[in-house]
């Protein structure tokens, strides 16, 4: 998975408390994916963003969550007022262009509701 | 309402011999196809993909069949080794319309024995 980069591996939050996971593309992608796994779960697609722009969010959760990827820096997946309900692997995935190439993922964030 | 189904969680598959995975889907207006590996605390690696205008696509020990007529592909690994241990997803993407992510099944963890 060498390439795209997520950061924290893990991260503990408290009910209430915002989680903002981080991810960087591999060099040469412009096009950042995030998916949310849940235990015993196959990955879910979340969001799909290029630079400054949200392609998709269709599977994004219409409160709480929000993503950007700005001109500078990583793709960021924020969630506003954690829930235990949120705990999961999130995974950030890039690819060259949009469609029809092979997504690549990054080892994925544990988020941990206490 | 999934999608993309692997029926089988599990398989165990003796050293040497041949590991066939199965994946069956729903969605008459996905056109490619991919698999990827899983260890344990890592993100998913790309295997193998293939479009819709194939059967059949190789490379090395993995080869990956599709059978439009009956929305069912399978991956071959020939010949398996311990290595290989792990949980496969197939995922599969409409081009040109619908949501951009990929659309998982929930995995199929196999377990190459001695």
């Known amino acids: 998975n060498a390439g795209v980069m997520q950061n924290p591996r893990h991260l503990v939050r408290r009910r209430g408390q915002e989680a903002r996971l981080r991810c960087s593309p591999m060099k040469g992608h412009s096009h950042v994916y995030w998916y949310r796994q849940l235990p015993e779960e196959g990955l879910k697609f979340m969001v799909y963003?290029?630079?400054?722009?949200?392609?998709?969010e269709s599977g994004m959760p219409k409160e709480r969550f929000s993503a950007e990827f700005p001109k500078e820096g990583p793709s960021i997946l924020r969630i506003q007022q954690v829930v235990r309900g949120d705990s999961a692997a999130y995974f950030c995935a890039s690819s060259q262009s949009g469609s029809n190439q092979p997504q690549h993922f990054g080892d994925g964030t544990r988020l941990s509701i206490l | 309402d999934q999608q993309v189904k692997q029926n089988s969680p599990s398989l165990s598959v003796q050293e040497g011999r041949i590991s066939i995975l199965n994946c069956d889907y729903t969605n008459s207006m996905f056109d490619y196809f991919l698999w990827y590996k899983k260890y344990p605390a890592e993100g998913p690696t790309f295997l193998i993909s293939?479009?819709?205008?194939?059967d059949k696509n190789e490379d090395g020990r993995f080869t990956v069949f599709l059978n439009k007529s009956a929305k069912h592909l399978s991956l071959h690994i020939v010949p398996s080794q311990p290595g290989d241990s792990a949980v496969y997803f197939c995922?599969?993407?409409?081009?040109?319309?619908?949501?951009?992510?990929?659309?998982f099944g929930k995995g199929t963890h196999l377990i190459i024995q001695p």
């Open positions: 963003l290029q630079k400054e722009n949200i392609i998709d």
């Open positions: 293939i479009s819709s205008i194939k």
């Open positions: 995922a599969a993407y409409q081009s040109g319309g619908g949501a951009d992510g990929l659309t």
